[in-house]
């Protein structure tokens, strides 16, 4: 089992696991008998993974993205999971950017600071300035992180490999969350992937027609400077959105009125980014929104991203107004929608625990319902009902309970009815009429055009064919098979059952008139074959179990 190969680090994880008091991971690992999979509270989860190491702690924060796998308690848990490890020494730090530099570190930057401003399980970033002046950040990724990344990958995998053996680890299909897990880690070890989703997210949201757009900030990356293991970026001046100040009376300023544009100003700017982009930031925690100096916002940590395809974004704008509106048959069919494949499902069942979950939000005004704990909450019918969906859809809940989280601690006062209804309203005109009306319109125009022109031809076809009697028509009816499986079997026993009463009735003709002993034999042999037919058909009859 796991512990043949036995290696320092695995008697480490070992020992974590018996420490913080999991016994089924224990029996599991030593290969002992295990029954029903048992997983740690919450709580103990989270210190299972920080005593790990970053890298598992890494993991927690995936497993964090995963609403449609794990309880709320255990993704409220595992959100509070960071980085916390101590920086890198400076001098080991310098050696990486010297290496990864095309030219020697003096003629690229006049000043680098050596404390970070950040550290994480896999880089650290510095504040630096360029010889030309202009003041950038300069991500650093760890000495020595890769050689980590890939021992804790193999034995993550090896782990995966153990309960997918389990009947819990083939329904919630474990073998792939270990394989997306261990890719999304070796992507973080690549800042080029890193880069190139800054960019794109910067491209997008430069043109908005519903947010100002210079309002918001994604930092420029520097790509002359930027490789594999150093990322250098433009700096940002500003502090985390819920440390920001945003003015005071006494100043003359509004400063609810400020808190509220920031929280219209993300609400917008994400729902762009998911229902029309279909490409958006899937981390947006207090720490990676900053308020900058200036009044701007800006998103840090462009890492972590999602991606839905045109027709997840319809069926999750319809989701979102079928919570709305309280309609659980609606949230059933949109689930079964976006299931990863046809599974069995019991839609009455489905639909009666839609309705017993949306039932207790009847008595509660719209301004009241907290949407991404209903999202949260459908995702968890989902999973009792064995539904399986795709993983974008649990960075799409997660995306949305940070944002709405950060919004309400930001402007306790929103209402995020308010800010969702002309959102949706443009959702919908945009799905019908197309990001150009006019453009549909003249598609439109060509193809009834084109409908115009064609009709009168294949009328004709049609009519020449009915009053010439060549029309066919080709019926496939499904569940045939076997009522004509059976109908070949009875017609095959009528008919031996003939044969058998006309070997009988002529046998008995002939041994009444038999006048020689030739015949007086003939007799004889067609009785019988009459009897032996008889007999078989009465022994295949009954083991057909079709004797009734």
């Known amino acids: 089992m796991f512990l043949t190969q036995t290696t320092s680090r695995q008697r480490e994880i070992l020992e974590v ?57 255990y ?34 930057f006049s000043t680098i600071d050596p404390r970070p401003v950040a550290a994480g399980s896999i880089a650290q970033t510095h504040k630096a300035i360029l010889i030309d002046g202009r003041e950038v950040a300069i991500k650093v990724q760890r000495p020595g992180i890769d050689a980590i990344v890939a021992q804790d990958i193999s034995l993550i995998r090896g782990v995966a490999d153990l309960v997918a053996r389990t009947e819990f680890g083939q329904m919630y299909d474990i073998d792939s969350l270990a394989e997306e897990f261990t890719k999304a880690l070796e992507a973080e070890l690549d800042f080029i992937r890193e880069a190139s989703f800054t960019d ?3 491209r997008n949201l430069t043109n908005s027609r519903w947010f100002d757009s210079s309002q918001l900030v994604v930092a ?17 001046d500003g502090v985390p959105i819920l440390a920001a100040d945003f003015g005071s009376e006494q100043n003359g300023q509004d400063p609810q009125a400020k808190r509220a544009a920031v929280t219209s100003l993300l609400f917008r700017a994400f729902f762009q980014q998911v229902y029309i982009d279909g490409f958006f930031h899937a981390d947006p925690h207090p720490g990676n929104l900053f308020y900058l ?18 027709r997840s974004q319809q069926i999750l704008t319809e989701m979102l107004l079928a919570i709305v509106d ?6 059933a069919q949109l689930t079964l929608q976006l299931a990863d494949s046809a599974q069995p499902v019991i839609l009455s069942r489905l639909e009666n625990d839609y309705d017993r979950m949306l039932r207790k939000y009847y008595n509660l005004s719209l301004s009241q319902i907290n949407f991404s704990q209903v999202f949260y909450e459908v995702l968890q019918v989902a999973r009792n009902n064995k539904i399986h969906l795709p993983s974008n859809l ?13 919004a309400r601690l930001v402007n306790p006062e929103i209402n995020l009815l308010d800010e969702i209804k002309p959102l949706i309203t443009d959702l919908f005109r945009r799905q019908l009429l197309g990001a150009n009306p006019l453009q549909s319109l003249l598609r439109t125009a060509l193809d009834l055009k084109s409908l115009s022109l064609q009709s009168p031809r294949q009328i004709e076809l ?10 066919q028509w080709n019926l496939s009816v499904r569940g045939l098979d076997n009522l004509r499986r059976t109908m070949d079997d009875a017609a095959s026993r009528l008919s031996f059952s003939v044969l058998v009463g006309s070997l009988i009735i002529g046998a008995a003709l002939i041994s009444n008139n038999a006048q020689t002993s030739e015949l007086s034999w003939l007799s004889t042999i067609l009785f019988a074959t009459a009897s032996l037919l008889g007999l078989w058909l009465v022994f295949s009859t009954i083991r057909s179990g079709r004797l009734r």
């Open 293 to 310: 100096r200036d009044g701007r916002v800006a998103l840090l940590d462009c890492g972590m991203v999602g991606r839905l395809d045109p």
């Open 75 to 108: 993704i409220e848990e595992l959100s509070t999971l960071q980085d916390e490890v101590p920086p890198v020494n400076w001098t080991d730090i310098e050696v990486v950017i010297r290496q990864q530099l095309p030219q020697s570190l003096e003629s690229t």
């Open 326 to 331: 309280l309609d659980a048959q609606r949230c």
């Open 17 to 73: 696991f018996l420490r913080n008091g999991w016994d089924y991971m224990r029996r599991l690992l030593t290969g002992g008998k295990t029954d029903e999979p048992q997983l740690p509270t919450p709580a103990v989860l989270r210190n299972i993974l920080v005593d790990l190491g970053p890298v598992y702690v890494k993991f927690g924060q995936l497993l964090s993205t995963r609403p449609d796998l794990l309880p709320a308690a």
């Open 200 to 202: 794109q997210l910067r």
């Open 462 to 471: 049609l009519l020449d064919r009915v009053t010439s009697e060549t029309l």
């Open 220 to 236: 420029e990356i520097y790509w002359d400077l930027t490789t594999a293991k150093l990322l250098v970026m433009e700096w940002l």
């Open 394 to 406: 649990g960075l799409y809940a997660k995306t949305l309970a940070n944002l709405e989280g950060v």
